[in-house]
C-alpha cells in the first residue's frame, strides 16, 4: 500500500473518530439525566461495571453519586435506584409512571413481547388479569395448589428416602418437586423424576438459568447488534427455548385435541378455552404464542428460583443446627409427626416463618429487579427522566439496610422477629421486587 494512502486512511479514521466522540459529548452533555460516572462513546461505563458482580458494581457506584444515578450500560443510559426510599417512591408511589417492562434485548428477541414477565401495555393486563383469575379461583380441577404442593412433597420425601441416608447433591431432586407442582398446574400432569422428557426439561431450565447470569448473555443485552450474528453460549441460550417452547406446544396441542368446555381441569385448558370464546376477536391476545410463553414464564418464575432457595436454605441449616433445632421444635408442637403441613400452620409458627423470609433476604437471589422503564416523562425527585429510559431497581441495596437489618451479612432469624417471639413484617423484604408490575406479582406468586 502506497503511503499516501495509509496517511489518507489515518486521517479519515482519525477524524471520523473525533465527529463521534463530540457528537457523543454533545449529546451526553444535552441529556438532563441524575448524576453518574461520565462514559465513553460505545462502551459506556463498561470498564465501571463488572459483568460477573454487577449488583455490586452499581451500588459502589450509587454510594458514590447517590441514590438516583444514570450509568450508560454499552451507549444506552439506565438510570439505577438505590435503597428502600428509591425504590418505594418509584416502583410503590408512582408505580404506573415506572411501570413498564425495560428493554431485555436477549427476552425480547426469544419472547417478542409475548407472555407475562415481558409483554407490555394492554397485552400484560390482560394476560395477566387471566392467570390470576385463572389460578386463584378455578380450582384447577377442583384441586388447589396447596394440595398439589403437598402431593409433591410426599414425592419428594419418598426420593429422599431412597439415598439411605447416604451424602448426595439434592440440586436435581429439588428442582424437580416445584417444577411437577408448576407442570401440575400447567397440564393437570406430573412427571416420575426418571422420565425422560421431564429430564430433558430440568436440564434446560438449569442450564437457562446459569447462561442467563453468564457474562457473556450480559455483553448480548449490551450489543445485540453485534451479538446476535455470532456464536456463542447464547445460541444455547435461544435452542434451549425453543425446545422448551416445543415441548409446551405439544402438550397443548393434546390438550386441544379432547378440550371439553365444561370439564377444564388446568391452566392450558382454560388458556384454549379462553382462545376458542375469542376467536372472532381480531384483537385478541389468547393465541397460542402467548399460551407457550406464559406456559414457559410460569416455569421459570417458579422452578430455579424455588430450587435455589431450598438449596441455599438446607446449607444455611447444616450451618446453623441452633435454628434447626429451634424449626424442629416449632414444627413439633405445631403439626406434630402425623400430618402434612398446611398454609394456615404459618400463624402458629413465627420462627419458621421468619427463619424462611430470612433465608430470602440473606440468600439474595435476584440482587437486581428485571428492568423497568419510565412511560412518560417524569420528574423524579430533583432529576428529569425522559419517557423510555430503562430504570434498574437495586434490590440488594434494601435486603441489606443497616438500618433496618442490624449486621445484614449475617444469618440471623431475628431480623424477622418482634421482642416477643411473633413475626415481624418488614417493607424492606423485596426478595423479588415490589408493585403490581414486579416479578413477584406473577401468578401463583411464584416470585
Not at 34 to 49: D, E, R, S, T, V
Not at 59 to 79: D, N, R
Request: hydrophobic share 35%; net charge neutral; charged share 25%.
Amino acid at each position: 500500500m502506497e503511503p499516501w494512502t495509509v496517511t489518507t486512511l489515518t486521517l479519515v479514521v482519525c477524524v471520523s473518530f473525533l465527529v463521534i466522540l463530540s457528537q457523543w459529548r454533545k449529546d451526553y452533555k444535552g441529556r438532563k439525566l441524575p448524576p453518574g460516572p461520565a462514559p465513553l462513546p460505545l462502551i459506556g461505563n463498561m470498564l465501571q461495571l463488572d459483568m460477573k458482580d454487577f449488583s455490586t458494581s452499581l451500588c459502589k457506584l450509587s454510594e458514590k453519586y447517590g441514590p438516583v444515578i444514570t450509568a450508560y450500560v454499552g451507549s444506552q443510559p439506565v438510570v439505577i435506584l438505590h435503597g428502600y426510599k428509591a425504590l418505594k417512591e418509584a416502583l410503590i408511589d408512582q408505580g404506573d409512571i415506572f411501570g413498564g417492562r425495560g428493554k431485555t434485548p436477549i427476552f425480547d428477541d426469544i419472547y417478542k413481547g409475548h407472555g407475562i414477565i415481558f409483554s407490555h401495555g394492554e397485552k400484560w393486563k390482560q394476560i395477566r388479569r387471566f392467570s390470576l383469575m385463572t389460578l386463584r379461583n378455578f380450582g384447577m380441577g377442583k384441586r388447589s395448589i396447596e394440595e398439589r404442593i403437598q402431593e409433591e412433597a410426599q414425592f419428594l420425601l419418598e426420593e429422599l428416602r431412597k439415598t439411605n441416608s447416604q451424602p448426595f447433591d439434592p440440586t436435581f431432586i429439588l428442582g424437580c418437586a416445584p417444577c411437577n407442582v408448576i407442570s401440575s398446574i400447567l397440564f393437570h400432569q406430573r412427571f416420575n423424576y426418571d422420565n425422560e422428557k421431564f429430564l430433558s426439561m430440568m436440564r434446560i431450565l438449569n442450564e437457562n438459568f446459569a447462561l442467563v447470569n453468564s457474562p457473556v448473555v450480559q455483553f448480548y443485552n449490551n450489543y445485540p447488534w453485534l451479538f446476535r450474528y455470532f456464536p456463542g453460549p447464547h445460541k444455547t441460550f435461544f435452542s434451549n427455548i425453543k425446545t422448551l417452547k416445543e415441548f409446551i406446544l405439544e402438550n397443548a396441542k393434546k390438550h386441544q385435541e379432547i378440550l371439553d368446555p365444561n370439564n377444564l381441569k388446568n391452566f392450558i385448558d382454560c388458556f384454549l378455552y379462553k382462545m376458542q370464546q375469542d376467536q372472532k376477536n381480531p384483537d385478541s391476545v389468547f393465541d397460542l404464542e402467548n399460551l407457550a410463553t406464559t406456559a414457559m414464564d410460569l416455569f421459570d418464575a417458579g422452578t430455579e428460583t424455588t430450587s435455589s432457595t431450598l438449596r441455599y436454605g438446607l446449607l444455611l441449616l447444616l450451618k446453623h443446627p441452633e435454628v434447626q433445632d429451634k424449626i424442629h421444635e416449632e414444627i413439633d408442637r405445631v403439626i406434630g409427626q402425623h400430618r402434612m403441613p398446611s398454609i394456615k400452620d404459618k400463624l402458629e409458627m413465627p420462627y419458621t416463618e421468619a427463619v424462611l423470609h430470612e433465608i430470602q433476604r440473606y440468600v439474595n437471589l435476584t440482587p437486581v429487579s428485571l428492568p423497568h422503564e419510565v412511560t412518560r416523562d417524569t420528574q423524579f425527585q430533583q432529576y428529569f427522566i425522559p419517557k423510555g429510559t430503562t430504570v434498574i431497581p437495586l434490590l440488594s441495596s434494601v435486603l441489606f439496610d443497616t438500618k433496618e437489618f442490624p449486621n445484614p451479612h449475617e444469618f440471623d432469624p431475628g431480623h424477622f422477629l418482634n421482642e416477643d417471639g411473633s413475626f415481624r413484617k418488614s417493607d424492606y423484604f423485596m426478595a423479588f421486587s415490589i408493585g403490581k408490575f414486579s416479578f413477584s406479582s406473577l401468578p401463583l406468586n411464584l416470585k
